[in-house]
């Protein structure tokens, strides 16, 4: 097993897409699990997944999170799918002293766990689960400005071992989702997906913290934002300047963006997990 790293890690946004790349063999779970290879491997991660919204801030901070299936009308195999890694009550602790300044977090030991947000990309990425994993809940209270915020405050923890993750998708519209491999994307989503790509590639993190006001299709491609949050808690963890790199991407279901972004992410690792998507 590789030594946990003590350098400065890269920060992360993962596109999750469908639960079902959990199981299956896609290009994206080929991705993932090429990525998790030519990662530095980190002491712990700190996840931020689009699905725990809370009043408040959370941190899971229980020894042994649960693998919630929080999902209906999949098949029974993907139910059965657990992800036991550790959790990290230290690292939890941690989070809370970063954000104290501004921010109370709620440690919560028996509520939450780890969501299929981070597991369904987690078992590909550190297929044995032998990485502590801390989820940090998203505050429906905050707007993205202070998700940013949030963030900044977190950076410190990448000079700890620690990898931060954001799991989303920039663009996610499910009402207008056409469910199939091959569906077609709608313009608009592919719009607004390469708007956001343009802003990171420019180092532009007001106009992605600002989404609303960054291109027409805004509305059509962030109906709700707790899958698009999760990019601003990688950006934001960020140093200036980072360079920007995008392991996966395409529309997949016409409305789901499926761009994955790295920040002071190494060259190799970004073209493996391109390479393995194919």
Do not use: C
Not at 181 to 198: C, K, S
Not at 252 to 262: D, E, I, K, N
């Amino acid at each position: 097993m590789a030594a946990a790293t003590s350098a400065r890690m890269p920060t992360l946004f993962l596109a999750h897409g469908s639960p079902m790349n959990a199981i299956e063999d896609t290009p994206y779970s080929r991705a993932w699990h090429a990525l998790g290879k030519a990662l530095p491997r980190p002491k712990a991660i700190l996840a931020i997944s689009a699905h725990w919204e809370t009043h408040g801030v959370g941190v899971t901070a229980m020894e042994r999170p649960r693998t919630i299936h929080d999902f209906g009308g999949f098949p029974r195999a993907l139910f059965e799918v657990q992800y036991p890694a550790p959790g990290s009550p230290a690292l939890a602790a941690r989070v809370a002293e970063l954000l104290a300044p501004t921010t109370p977090v709620i440690q919560d030991t028996q509520a939450w766990g780890l969501d299929h947000g981070s597991w369904s990309v987690l078992v590909h990425v550190y297929p044995g689960a032998d990485i502590p994993v801390v989820q940090l809940s998203l505050n429906v209270d905050l707007s993205a400005a202070a998700h940013y915020a949030l963030a900044r405050q977190l950076r410190p923890l990448r000079d700890e071992g620690v990898l931060i993750v954001g799991f989303g998708n920039i663009v996610h519209n499910l009402r207008t989702a056409r469910r199939g491999d091959d569906a077609q994307a709608y313009p608009w989503a592919e719009q607004f997906d390469a708007a956001v790509a343009r802003a990171l590639e420019a180092g532009d993190h007001a106009a992605i913290t600002d989404w609303q006001n960054l291109a027409p299709q805004a509305s059509f491609s962030v109906p709700s934002d707790e899958h698009y949050l999760p990019l601003l808690y990688a950006a934001g963890a960020a140093e200036p300047g980072e360079a920007v790199s995008f392991p996966t991407d395409g529309i997949t279901w016409g409305s789901l963006s499926m761009r994955s972004v790295g920040f002071g992410l190494d060259p190799a690792a970004t073209t493996a997990a391109r390479a393995a998507a194919g």
